[in-house]
């Protein structure tokens, strides 16, 4: 199976193949992992989102028409639940956060004591978890994962230019957010 280039591998899976899934999964479950840990952190979620990128693959598996290559089909769709799961997060914790506190003042409960302590990567990773998804997942994208812009655009499925402006956006307000981390 090892020696299968991705359409065979496909095809294979297509005709209900589970050994061709377990390759594929063995192939890719590294990056659709960092990619889900980058979006999300290190949660316990995550682990299940991983798997869910794999389920949804497989069921999904006859509408996949070759179009991007499989790293990028898959990316897509860790990128997709990633953030359902922020948003799902959000409105949990909107109903959890009391409704005096203005968000500058939630950012500041959410800050932990330790957090003081990070070393450089760490508090990269914190302002990463600190931006909204649409920024987060342009970063992790492009700067994370190394996708190009036009990939990128392809697989958030927004024009050239929003990748662009939001990228701009997103660097800004990540050396904001790691400014004020620097300073706790």
Not at 7 to 16: F, Q, T
Not at 20 to 40: D, N
Not at 174 to 181: A, D, F, G, P, S
Request: glycine share 4%.
């Amino acid at each position: 199976m090892k020696n299968l280039d991705e359409s065979e591998l496909v095809g294979l899976i297509r005709s209900g193949d589970e050994r061709a899934f377990a390759e594929l999964v063995a192939r890719h479950r590294e990056a659709v992992a960092r990619i889900i840990g980058s979006m999300l952190g290190n949660v316990p979620e995550a682990d299940d989102i991983g798997q869910e990128v794999f389920v949804r693959f497989w069921r999904s598996v006859e509408n996949y028409r070759h179009e991007a290559e499989v790293r990028t089909y898959l990316t897509r769709i860790a990128i997709n639940l990633s953030i359902n799961e922020l948003n799902r997060r959000k409105r949990k914790l909107s109903y959890l956060i009391p409704f005096a506190l203005n968000q500058q003042e939630s950012e500041q409960v959410k800050l932990d004591s330790h957090e003081k302590a990070f070393s450089d990567a760490e508090v990269v990773s914190a302002a990463l978890q600190r931006l909204d998804p649409v920024h987060r997942s342009v970063i992790v994208l492009r700067l994370v994962e190394g996708y190009s812009t036009k990939e990128t655009a392809d697989i958030l499925g927004v024009p050239l230019g929003t990748v662009l402006s939001r990228l701009a956006r997103a660097q800004e307000k990540l050396r904001n957010i790691i400014e004020k981390l620097s300073k706790s």
